[in-house]
Every structure is written in C-alpha cells, then in structure tokens.
C-alpha cells in the first residue's frame, strides 16, 4: 500500500494547484458523512476539506459512525491549521480506495455506494488534472522575504542574542523567491 500511497501524496504535494479545480459538490459528499478512519492525518484532511467546504463540523461529527472512538469528534481547527491542500483530499481519496472492505468486497455501510461514486469522479478529475501544465507558482514578493528578515532579526536583537554571519545587511537585502510552504530559518 505504501508503494502507491507515497507516489500519490508526493505528487498531491508538487500539484497543490489542483484542489481549487475539482469538484465542490464531490469533494461534500466525500467529507460530508465523516472521516475514513481514526487515523491522525486522515482526520485533520477531513476536518481542513469541510472547513474549506465552510461544513458545519459539529453535523458531520454527530453523524460519523466513528465518534465514538475518535478523540477529535467535534473538534474545530484553528485558523492557522485549517488551510485545506490538494494533499488533504488525496490522502481521503486513498483512505476510501485502499479500505479493507473495498479490497475485500465485504458489506460496506448504508449510503457508502454515494461516497464511492464522488472518490472514482474525484480521482479520474486528478487523473485528467494530472495531464495539465501547473498553474505558475504564486510567489511572495521579496520585500516581504526582506522584511521577514528584519522582524526576525529585531526579535534577536530583542532578545540580545548575536546574530549569526547568516544575517548580514548585505544577505538581508538580496531578493529571495518565496514559494508556498517556505520559510526562513532564522539560524
């Protein structure tokens, strides 16, 4: 499983354009009746795609079939931890097609054929996604990297720490592109 997982995520990951492409009304029934599992990750994807879907969490949790044992049921996401990415829905759509009662072909639960039908509609869109050019990369613009710097460094200086070589005047000023995800060491 991890042998097509990892490829899946890796490639959710370097396409993060891809999640404001796919179907809304798909991407709902998918979240709309719960999360796949108990798993961490699984259950903070699912709680950052209803966020991004602007779902009530406390609806979806009083419905899910796994509140019992899951200790984030009705859990809402800070601000900063709910920014919904294209790898979020993929690790769902992987929970869904590699799920033991899929494989096995067991009875599944009631209304589970409706969430199938959204994660094969929702897969064959990323496939044909997958075949497009990406969108260019949103970059930051330097000066906001510069004055990154700067705040960092005036927080050093605040805390009456030398700074390093790392952060000298000329480094400060260079033009830095920024791509999402990145960040800035302040060692």
């Given amino acids: 499983m991890n042998q097509s997982k990892d490829p899946c995520l890796s490639f959710a990951r370097d396409r993060y354009d891809l999640l404001k492409s796919l179907s809304v009304d798909d991407i709902q ?5 719960g999360c796949p599992n108990l798993f961490r990750k699984a259950v903070n994807s699912a709680k950052r795609l209803r966020a991004y879907l602007r779902m009530d969490e406390g609806e979806v949790c009083g419905a899910c079939n796994l509140r019992g044992s899951c200790d ?4 809402i996401l800070k601000d900063n931890e709910a920014n919904a990415r294209t790898v979020d829905i993929v690790r769902i759509l992987l ?4 799920d033991p009662l899929v494989i096995s072909g067991e009875e599944k639960p009631p209304g589970r054929e409706v969430v199938e039908a959204a994660v094969r509609k929702l897969l064959s869109e990323l496939i044909e996604l997958s075949q497009k050019t990406p969108d260019p ?7 906001e990297a510069v004055h990154q710097k700067k705040r960092e460094r005036i927080f050093n200086d605040d805390k009456k ?3 390093s070589d790392s952060f000298s005047d000329e480094k400060l000023s260079q033009d830095v592109e920024m791509k999402r995800g990145d960040w800035i060491c302040p060692k």
């Fill in 137 to 143: 990369p949103v970059m930051k613009p330097a000066t």
């Fill in 161 to 163: 720490r030398p700074l």
């Fill in 95 to 98: 929970s869904y097609a590699l």
């Fill in 72 to 75: 984030r049921a009705y859990v």
């Fill in 29 to 33: 029934k998918v979240v709309e009746s």
